[in-house]
């Protein structure tokens, strides 16, 4: 069993910047993801990180405003958001897969069996 607590939403005006922060219990191996969705919405990921290498995955609506990074001694990692845009507005939920051995971490649901609770981001034009 992994815990996750994420951290850091709110609101923002358009072109502003938040950073979302996840501790887990453990993050060592495995692929950590965060992750969007608005409600009567299909989730949808937004990135992802390799914690092994650091390799980072983006989809292409956050790509070159969106960064994911992580600290490995504080089992942590952060989404940090410029330039946002209101359609960045959503619930953000990180997640983290229960093993590793990953050669690319994926921006869909299923193979993420831990999640967060969840943090609002809400950007307003």
């Known amino acids: 069993q992994v815990e996750l607590v994420e951290s850091g939403g709110g609101s923002e005006q358009a072109g502003g910047s938040l950073r979302l922060s996840c501790s887990a219990s453990?993050?060592?191996?495995?692929?950590m993801g965060w992750f969007r969705q608005l409600p009567g919405r299909e989730r949808e990921g937004v990135a992802a990180?390799?914690?092994?290498?650091?390799?980072?995955y983006y989809d292409d609506s956050v790509k070159g405003r969106f960064t994911v990074s992580q600290d490995n001694a504080k089992n942590t990692v952060y989404l940090q958001m410029n330039n946002l845009k209101p359609e960045d507005t959503s619930m953000y939920y990180c997640?983290?897969?229960?093993?590793?051995?990953?050669?690319?971490?994926?921006?869909?649901?299923?193979?993420?069996?831990?999640w967060g609770q969840g943090t609002q981001v809400t950007v307003s034009s």
């Open positions: 997640a983290v897969t229960a093993a590793g051995g990953w050669s690319f971490c994926p921006l869909i649901s299923p193979p993420y069996n831990y």
């Open positions: 990180i390799r914690s092994d290498d650091g390799r980072a």
């Open positions: 453990r993050i060592s191996g495995r692929c």
